[in-house]
């Protein structure tokens, strides 16, 4: 199979919407930051880095029917959708299938710490998911392996997530050859497929059937979106 070298997404050129509330930096195209080279990977078209200061409270529109996963890094959210209320916590994801036009309210329920977390949509026309509860995982105990975060049938994607030392490899196997992979650096440095990819950049890859992976820093830590036919 030939391998595609696959495209950066280099953290200092992601697309930047600031508010009082909310400050995002988009991988993908979003709101008033449109270029030609940041257009949706597949179905993968958000993938949000938010900021949102203590006690504050942003709202969140979709455009288009769409899975939206909440991944927190510091501190925790809550959100309201469709009258219900989540609170997710560093540790959980949450998974909400949203309509088109449909609000999400999202707030820090810190009165003075800020929060971060990632945002990431996906387009799709299948409404088969119905779990509320989040996903639950813990890196530290499973430090220098990937560990597999979300796997269903139900949804189009399989999400990963590993925390690395310095020097330590591995080796992401796709679960189907049809599959497209998307890899973000939420902190430190990384070599993936001869590439060196740093603090929240990304990396799409497509027509490969594994990932070499290698941590070049310490405290490495890496999520992998594998995007599934």
Known sequence: METNL??????????LTETSALKCYSTFNFEKHQEMQNNPFAELFLFNDNFIPGGKLTF????????QLFLPIIGGLDIVAKGDEYAIKTGQIQVLLMEKGEVLEISNPYPTEAINYLQ??????????KQKEPFYFNLEQHQNQLIEIIASYKLPFKLSAGLFTEHEATN????????????FVIS??????????????????????????KAVSENALIIILELTP
């Open 6 to 15: 696959g495209k950066v997404y280099p953290a200092n050129e992601r697309g």
């Open 60 to 67: 969140y529109l979709a455009k288009a029917d769409a899975i």
């Open 120 to 129: 990431i949509g996906l387009q799709t026309e299948a409404f088969f998911f």
């Open 172 to 183: 992401y196997k796709l679960q189907n050859k049809q599959s497209k992979l998307f890899i």
């Open 188 to 213: 430190g440095d990384f070599e993936i497929e001869g590439k060196t990819i740093h603090t929240r950049d990304g990396l799409a890859l497509e027509n490969i059937e594994n990932a070499e992976i």
